[in-house]
């Protein structure tokens, strides 16, 4: 056998290796869905959803909470007549079957834009399997962004929006165009308003992102300036809506408009990007991802019009574009939430920047082709790919959720069913075993609670009392402790 036949052979051999680790761990990861439970915002979500119809379901979200209308829907939807609580599995699956297609589509919008190539659906599925891996291992909660409906439907419904809306982009803005209006503008502009309505980090990310790198080039490349005004218009329109919610004004009422809180914001803001940072460049994977990205645009000889225009992108001005597009999104967020930033507000960041990065990645490889051969990479990308799935956090807390996830499910089930009788039979009041005591078997096995099962004991559970309001009761005994709606 000749050296070249068996390293194409060895190749095939490792990418079969690696297709079946990355297909077998979003099969485990995805059973973890059945494992899943309702929990503290899910109920008041059920709980307003038998109080008000639609209309005012939505009224009351916005009157009271905050304006993120896309968020309030989905919550609408799934909660009516007590379907999500029936079929709570259904939430997880959706959710990383979203973020999977969503990956098909980016990549498929790449490739065809920028060399009019189709990838079999096979192999565009097997990279998207691999990219979401490595956004898995980046992300700082995952149980919060896939397990836990109410974190999901805000913040994983943006994410996934986001990589549709810059699909689309790509799509609709090559350089060159002469037509201005057509199904695929409209269809963006719609995108734009659904994705504003998801939450504050990722419209203003992805406005920030337009205003800052997009708008200038698509200035600089002919485009009409009235498409720019309009997307701008459409961002900003979506965003007031978004903001100006009462709810969110009532909040913001509170904020003392000094020098120091000015200070103190910007401070916050430097320090979360700083965060969001590490959670990618702490991860070799990521690192081994963008080397491959960074040699594969250097090797790329496409003569599209989009391939062209993406090399005339100056490398430096798209680095500071894109700190500067970070502190714009970031600081008024921090500065209305007094620097508060929940991690699954974090998973939005970290994902955009991963997204903003590879392509800044593929900017720097067209500049600087040939430092790494292709030939030689191509030779380890999937044994090097195989060995950093295992080397990551995300691995360790996937194998010990497959560990005790059964007993912790088996706890939650035990809960969920005395209080689902309860409720059948008009019990007022209920006397259940505490979880700290139900937890001492499931410490035997393993002393940590399943990272990938979202959990939040009573204790720590501000919104109990809708719970309790759910399931029609007045009070609950869990061990010693005491619970009044």
Not at 60 to 73: D, W
Not at 96 to 118: N, V
Not at 408 to 417: G, L, R
Request: charge should be positive; hydrophobic fraction near 50%; aromatic fraction near 18%.
């Amino acid at each position: 056998m000749s050296g070249q036949k068996y390293l194409v052979l060895h190749e095939k051999g490792w990418k079969r290796i690696v297709a079946i680790a990355v297909f077998g761990i979003f099969v485990m990861f995805a059973g973890f869905s059945f494992w899943c439970h309702p929990q503290a915002d899910d109920f008041i979500g059920a709980v307003l959803n038998r109080k008000y119809d639609f209309r005012g379901f939505q009224s009351y979200v916005y009157q009271t909470n905050s304006g993120r209308y896309v968020a309030s829907f989905l919550a609408d939807f799934f909660f009516r007549n007590g379907f999500l609580f029936r079929h709570y599995y259904l939430s997880p699956l959706l959710f990383i079957a979203g973020t999977i297609a969503a990956l098909c589509y980016l990549l498929k919008t790449i490739a065809y834009t920028l060399s009019f190539q189709k990838i079999p659906f096979l192999q565009l599925l097997f990279a998207a399997f691999c990219i979401g891996v490595v956004v898995l291992s980046v992300m700082p909660e995952p149980v919060s962004a896939f397990f836990w409906f109410s974190g999901a439907a805000t913040y994983q419904t943006g994410n996934i929006l986001f990589l549709v809306f810059l699909s689309q982009l790509l799509r609709t803005a090559p350089p060159g165009r002469k037509q201005l209006w057509n199904k695929e503008v409209l269809l963006l502009m719609v995108i734009t308003v659904l994705l504003c309505g998801c939450n504050e980090p990722v419209a203003l990310l992805a406005f920030c992102c337009t205003l800052i790198i997009i708008s200038p080039l698509l200035f600089k490349s002919g485009y009409p300036p009235l498409f720019v005004g309009v997307l701008s218009g459409v961002f900003i329109l979506a965003i007031i809506i978004l903001l100006g919610a009462p709810g969110v004004r009532n909040r913001a009422g509170a904020l003392h408009f000094n020098f120091f809180h000015i200070l103190k914001a910007g401070a916050y803001t430097i320090y979360w990007m700083a965060r969001a940072l590490w959670y990618l460049f702490k991860t070799p994977l990521f690192w081994f991802f963008e080397l491959g990205v960074f040699i594969f645009a250097g090797s790329i000889g496409s003569n599209t019009a989009l391939w062209q225009w993406f090399k005339k992108v100056s490398v430096a001005r798209l680095f500071w574009s894109l700190l500067l597009v970070n502190i714009v999104a970031l600081y008024p967020v921090l500065f209305a939430s007094n620097g508060s930033f929940p991690y699954r507000a974090l998973n939005t960041v970290v994902f955009v920047n991963f997204i903003l990065l590879s392509f800044f990645t593929g900017r720097v490889g067209v500049e600087y082709p040939g430092i790494v051969k292709l030939s030689f990479y191509e030779h380890i990308r999937y044994p090097v790919f195989f060995l950093l799935i295992f080397c990551n956090g995300f691995m360790t807390g996937l194998l010990q959720t497959a560990l005790s996830g059964y007993f912790y499910n088996s706890v939650m089930k035990q809960q969920e069913t005395a209080l689902q009788r309860a409720a059948t039979t008009g019990v007022r009041q209920l006397n259940m075993d505490s979880y700290e005591q139900e937890r001492v078997t499931v410490r035997q096995l393993l002393l940590q609670q399943p990272e990938f099962l979202y959990f939040k004991p009573l204790e720590d559970d501000k919104t109990y009392q809708y719970m309790l309001e759910y399931y029609h009761m007045d009070t609950l005994r869990e061990g010693n402790r005491l619970y009044y709606k």
